[in-house]
């Protein structure tokens, strides 16, 4: 599934003209496209509706503290075509964090998303139904890298109120 | 305490004749601590609302303090039906992040292992689902077959359910003597007796009248909601891995990817039947042809991944699993995402069951085979 | 000072002791002789109501546990396991442990629960099956009562349990249990009509609703053989509704587990449950007595037509232990039932009994009385 030169060259023009915006890059193992969050959801559009792509399967949503900023990571998959495209973005907000939703596009990502949420704290604008998925609501969130618990490590040894 | 977000959610009825009722946590057809808050009028499903998190343990949280080795077998307890594809799926992607050659009589070992581990996944969803429909009688005949391969992986393994037997590099240790001859004499055992299966459940009018037409789930729903595994497959939805994106020994066998299209319970239920007869082939082209050779490849001490990203697909019971593993170049990752395939199944229950009687809710969620372990992590 | 009399009375001369396991009526008369001999009688009636009431009891508890005992064994035959085996010999004590287990739990109060109903619903229950147990001849001369409307009564009050049931689903104040009331309500509702209606193909066979003079119809042959197709189909749809009434599987809507946890009776526990357990299994005695009684004879032997030296050989195994043997077989095939088939859906269930068991019901009865008539019955 690995990309070769060629197809990469037609790859990158294809989601040049799709998204402007976008940097592309080959990474490892797939294509990854890293777009700021403004066009983030324009992207997606964009790769589901191209016939080229056909993304239409959101394999995987992955949010990721990168210590500065927070972002996500999306795999898209396609039941037509084989191929696995990395969509990327980021945000430096912390305090704050807040993403266009992709619930519109790949109804899949409604558990991704409150995942995500639930355990890095990114919001995700016009999320249907945005509650916390695991834990109850006031826990931190803990996949942060700067999280700390102070009432529910072992070593503290002390039961929560 | 925070604000509740949704009120509606946490079971608010707002329709006049609608009333909540939660199923679980601890209900006998939730197989573990799934709790849905199902909203009913009469008996008939309005509005079904996950809640899970019971036995969340944070083990991406976990996996970031320790080694990639380690990492493995926390994965057991994610999915513990589908113990060794977990653990394939971690050795896989650090196997493939270190570019390690691995020698052929370990991929065909783990194919092996999984197809069978799939297969006794299979016999477990059959004998649960006909407690589910309540023919308690399918509990027995399914865990009296699956007790063979348990005893197959006891004696390979050590363990039974929670096998633990991937490690980087190859696999714990070598096969057992007898294991060639214990599966040949299985899969002839389990050829001449999955008749009773169909005779008892598949072929019951009572069984394919509750299921037939029930919680239908087109194509093109299955490809948004990403249901993958059995349960997509029995959309039309072609989502086998081990077929687009093979892995191990999966590339040498020919076996079909089961697919039907109806997508409803009943078709779900076939697929998986009809898988086990799948493994049962995959497993007769490997059986004989074990290459001979070390059964691991020495690994250092210390494993550190370069920098980077990796994403490992693989194919387990219930569907695709992922590992995103993202490295800084330490012996830890820095993040680790698991892409368990029953959280995302989970989230096309409330679609499909609504309109549904009651006792079909239970027959779909039990179509979708939950490992509640695996949803939670 | 009574005893005495009666054993005297019961093994004469002109017939051994033994011979009262063949015809029980001149015990029970002279042990009424006896009793009525030796008080006023009043007290007379009320120690025969004694008597009769602590040998129900005895009866009950004794049946009910070997029910659940050898349903126990069943469902482990056809489950590939050995079920009970370590109290007693093959676990025949098990039930008994049990029972102990059962007598010695808590009974937890339930908060918001209407504690008046909700602790008079397992004796509804329990009374229900006493009166029809009441009616029903055990062998020739064991019947406590022996009305001349027998089938009428035991008709109309076997329908009473449903109010038990519907009684501890409301008063748990429960959802589950309230859903499972509902449905038994539903369930049994619809097939009291099946019940009776077929019950009512066979009373216009026998032209009679006594049970004892039923019994006594069947000594040339068993009404099963003698209205042939009718009475068959009659028997088909009989258990159909009956294994329907006592709310065993297939039909458990009412309790079943993988939906509703355990149905109107979530909120019980210790003896309370054991009651609704008991009369469930009693439910099924009553049920595959009735259709012994109706369709197999009762306690009559298998007689044909005139074959006298056969008829004289069947005659020599006791009626009790025809009765008895009857009974278990038919129990049996209810177990099986339940073993075997994955339980319906409520609208599926209603629609078996409404579309189906209830017209054939109708033409079948036309086509009994069409036989009676022209007496193209055996």
């Known amino acids: 599934m690995n990309t070769t030169e060629t197809d990469m060259a037609r790859f990158s023009e294809l989601v040049k003209a799709l998204v402007p915006e976008a940097e592309i890059h080959e990474g490892k193992q797939f294509a990854e496209i890293t777009v700021p969050p403004a066009s983030l959801l324009a992207a997606a559009e964009a790769l589901k509706e191209n016939p080229d792509t056909r993304c239409d399967y959101l394999i995987n949503l992955t949010g990721v503290d990168y210590g500065t900023e927070l972002g996500v990571i999306y795999h898209l998959g396609s039941s037509k075509h084989g191929q696995i495209i990395v969509l990327k973005t980021k945000t430096p907000e912390r305090a704050n964090p807040v993403l266009e939703s992709v619930c519109g596009i790949w109804r899949t990502a409604e558990f991704h998303e409150r995942e995500a949420y639930d355990l890095l704290g990114i919001r995700f604008s016009n999320h249907p139904d945005l509650r916390r998925l695991f834990l109850d609501d006031t826990w931190g969130f803990p996949l942060r890298k700067d999280y700390v618990d102070d009432t529910n490590t072992a070593a503290n040894g002390e039961d929560r109120e | 305490m925070a604000k509740i977000e949704n009120e509606a959610a946490y079971g608010g009825a707002e329709e006049q004749n609608e009333y909540v009722i939660n199923i679980g946590p601890q209900h006998p057809s939730t197989h573990g601590v799934l709790r849905l808050v199902v909203t009913l009028q ?23 303090s320790i080694t990639y080795p380690q990492i493995i077998h926390l994965t057991d307890r994610m999915d513990y039906l589908s113990a060794h594809m977990n653990n394939e799926a971690v050795c896989l992607a650090v196997e493939n992040a270190l570019e390690m050659e691995i020698p052929d009589r370990i991929k065909v070992i783990r194919t092996l292992m999984s197809e069978l581990t799939r297969i006794q996944s299979h016999q477990l969803f059959w004998a649960t689902y006909g407690m589910d429909m309540g023919g308690q009688t399918c509990f027995f005949y399914g865990l009296r077959d699956r007790e063979k391969i348990l005893d197959i992986f006891e004696e390979t393994t050590g363990g039974r359910m929670i096998v633990s037997y991937n490690c980087l590099g190859g696999v714990m240790y070598d096969l057992h003597p007898n294991f060639r001859k214990r599966v040949k004499d299985f899969i002839k055992y389990f050829r001449s007796i999955i008749h009773e299966y169909d005779a008892i459940l598949t072929g019951n009018i009572i069984f394919r009248e509750r299921t037939m037409g029930i919680g239908p789930l087109t194509l093109d729903d299955a490809v948004s909601f990403g249901v993958t595994g059995p349960s997509g497959r029995a959309s039309g939805f072609s989502c086998d891995i081990r077929k687009h994106a093979p892995y191990s020994a999966y590339d040498r066998v020919i076996f079909n990817e089961v697919l039907l299209t109806e997508g409803d319970t009943y078709s779900r239920y076939l697929v998986r039947m009809e898988e086990m007869k799948e493994s049962m082939n995959i497993i007769d082209q490997l059986i004989d042809n074990i290459p001979e050779g070390a059964h691991a490849v020495k690994m250092k001490p210390v494993i550190k991944l370069p920098e980077g990203e990796y994403y490992q697909r693989v194919e387990t019971a219930r569907g695709e699993l992922g590992v995103f593993i993202i490295s800084d170049g330490n012996k830890n990752p820095c993040r680790v995402k698991f ?19 009651i006792a079909d809710l239970i027959a779909i969620a039990g179509s979708l085979d939950f490992v509640i372990p695996d949803i939670d992590r | 000072m009574i005893i005495k009399p009666i054993i005297n009375n019961v093994s004469s001369a002109t017939q051994p002791w033994w011979k009262v396991f063949y015809d029980f009526s001149p015990l029970v008369r002279s042990v009424d002789e006896g009793i009525r001999s030796s008080m006023t009688p009043f007290w007379a009636d009320a120690t025969e109501l004694i008597i009769v009431g602590v040998l129900f009891l005895l009866f009950y508890a004794i049946t009910g546990l070997f029910l659940v005992y050898a349903e126990r064994k069943v469902c482990a035959f056809i489950q590939n396991r050995l079920g009970p085996n370590r109290i007693g010999p093959y676990g025949v004590f098990q039930t ?44 020739k001369g064991l019947h406590a009562i022996d009305l001349n409307i027998g089938i009428f009564y035991i008709i109309a009050i076997s329908s009473l349990n449903v109010i038990g049931a519907f009684l501890a689903g409301w008063a748990s104040n429960n959802k589950y249990s309230l859903i499972g009331a509902m449905r038994s309500g539903a369930m049994m509702v619809s097939y009291e009509l099946s019940l009776g209606l077929s019950l009512i193909t066979m009373v216009i066979l026998a032209g009679t609703m006594q049970l004892s003079e039923i019994v006594e119809a069947q000594r040339s042959g068993w009404f099963i053989f003698k209205g042939h197709i009718p009475a068959f189909i009659a028997f088909v749809v009989y258990l159909i509704s009956g294994i329907a009434e006592t709310n065993r599987g297939p039909f458990d809507l009412a309790e079943a587990e993988s939906e509703l946890a355990a149905g109107y009776h979530t909120e019980y526990s210790g003896i309370k449950f054991a009651f609704f357990y008991l009369s469930e299994f009693i439910n099924m005695f009553i049920v595959a007595s009735i259709a012994a009684t109706i369709f197999f004879g009762g306690w009559m032997p298998l007689h044909i037509g005139n074959w006298d030296g056969f008829n004289r050989i069947m005659d020599i195994i006791p009626p009790f232990i025809w009765y008895l043997g ?45 036989i009676v008539l022209l007496g193209w019955h055996f």
């Open chain 3, 96 to 139: 008994v442990a049990d029972l102990i287990k059962l007598l010695f739990k808590e009974l937890i109060p339930i908060k918001n629960a209407d504690r008046f109903l909700f602790n008079m619903a397992p004796y509804i229950v329990i009374i229900v099956n006493f009166m029809v147990l009441g009616a029903i001849p055990f062998a």
């Open chain 3, 326 to 370: 009857k009974t278990f077989c038919i129990i049996y095939l209810i177990m099986l039932f339940k073993w075997t088939f994955p339980r319906l859906r409520i609208d599926q269930l209603l629609t078996l009994e409404w579309k189906y068991l209830l017209p054939v019901n109708l033409v079948n009865i036309l086509i009994m009385a069409l």
């Open chain 2, 339 to 357: 892409r368990s395939p029953n959280l995302v199944n989970l989230g096309v229950l409330n679609h499909i069951s609504k309109e549904f009687k």
């Open chain 2, 42 to 64: 009469g008996e008939i499903v309005k509005n079904v609302q996950p809640h899970v998190g019971y036995i969340h343990r944070g083990i991406e949280k976990m996996c970031e």
